[in-house]
């Protein structure tokens, strides 16, 4: 079995490199060049998180970061450094994920058993000079014990540690947390990068293009999207969202139809479309672009709309169907009022 095939984390993609495995790191170089500079004035603190949109390569960007720290203060060959992180067996790195269970499958958190490991671990003597380094992938999943217990830890750090967490959702995370660490932001790709990096893992390129649009700025959205037969599906979807109101009212039944002939993987694709979507229009009220009061409580009420629905649909095994042309319905009264 090659290192792609071995399952190292829940979320893993059938053939698709791990972060850890990714050769080359597409996009976020500010940030990253910034980082580098401290770590060469040795002004690296003890812990930093990562945050930004899932699937716009945190992970890959923290193991990049990992790698090219390893190099400046170990006088090792950066390939050998390379290959033995994206083995897994690079002494002075240690991550933190949801533990493998046996015989299969993944815990649903990161529990305090392996916290209390990874403390046992990071204070035994290091394996090589330098940085010992502990990515934590991703923060959001700890569970209540284990985030608490590794507060205990970035409160008395050992020493020359770096601790990288990586979190979808900062928002939610604990103050303390926050105030435990420098927080670095990263933002979604644009077109190039998110073709660049899904070029990584995908051979075919007939439908990239296609894919590309659906990723949002999201390598990892663009992989997924290449792996379904219903790419012109979603892009049809995408295309009556963008252009819902001057369609036909027959075209939204038709789509709502075939998303739900689909397999599961395309119906939560086109899920993650669609909220996508009404994100992207609530982000007008958050910029500098003036809104009326009216676009506002438009949007609230699409928001909380759609959300309610799709949480009663799951909740009550209500009719898939007609919960997507009840959503439909509402994102088409939205663009008609706002006009």
């Avoid at 290959?83 to 499958?105: C, D, H, M, T, W």
């Avoid at 663009?222 to 027959?250: R, S, V, Y």
């Avoid at 709502?256 to 669609?274: G, L, R």
């Amino acid at each position: 079995m090659s290192e792609i095939d071995t399952a190292r984390e829940a979320d893993q993609i059938e053939g698709v490199s791990l972060p850890e495995q990714t050769k080359n790191l597409i996009g976020h170089q500010q940030v990253f060049s910034q980082i580098v500079e401290q770590a060469k004035n040795n002004k690296l603190p003890s812990a930093m998180l990562i945050h930004g949109q899932k699937g716009i390569g945190k992970a890959t960007f923290a193991f990049a970061l990992a790698k090219e720290i390893f190099s400046l203060s170990n006088p090792q060959a950066k390939n050998e450094i390379n290959e033995q992180v994206a083995q897994g067996s690079y002494p002075n790195l240690f991550i933190l994920r949801k533990a493998a269970k046996k015989p299969k499958g993944f815990y649903s958190e990161i529990r305090i058993d392996e916290v209390r490991e990874l403390h046992s671990k990071m204070h035994k003597t290091r394996g090589r000079a330098g940085h010992r380094i502990c990515i934590i992938d991703a923060i959001d999943d700890c569970s209540i014990k284990a985030s608490n217990a590794l507060l205990k830890i970035l409160e008395e750090p050992p020493a020359d540690s770096l601790f990288i967490l990586i979190s979808h959702r900062h928002g939610s995370l604990l103050p303390t947390i926050h105030s435990r660490s420098h927080s670095y932001g990263l933002r979604i790709l644009n077109d190039d990068e998110v073709k660049n990096a899904a070029l990584q893992n995908i051979n075919d390129e007939s439908d990239l293009d296609k894919c590309v649009r659906l990723a949002q700025g999201r390598p990892r959205r663009a992989i997924e999207a290449a792996m379904l037969k219903e790419l012109a599906l979603l892009n049809d979807l995408q295309d009556w969202l963008e252009l819902g109101e001057q369609q036909p009212t027959i075209t939204q039944l038709i789509l709502a139809e075939d998303i739900v002939k689909s397999n599961e993987a395309a119906q939560a694709f086109a899920k993650e479309i669609i909220v996508t979507h009404i994100a992207n229009l609530a982000k007008i009220t958050t910029q500098n672009t003036p809104v009326s009061r009216v676009y506002l409580a438009s949007i609230t009420k699409l928001w909380d709309k759609a959300k309610s629905l799709f949480a009663d649909m799951e909740k009550y095994n209500l009719d898939k169907k007609q919960t997507l042309i009840s959503i439909f319905d509402e994102i088409v009264k939205h663009k008609q009022l706002t006009q």
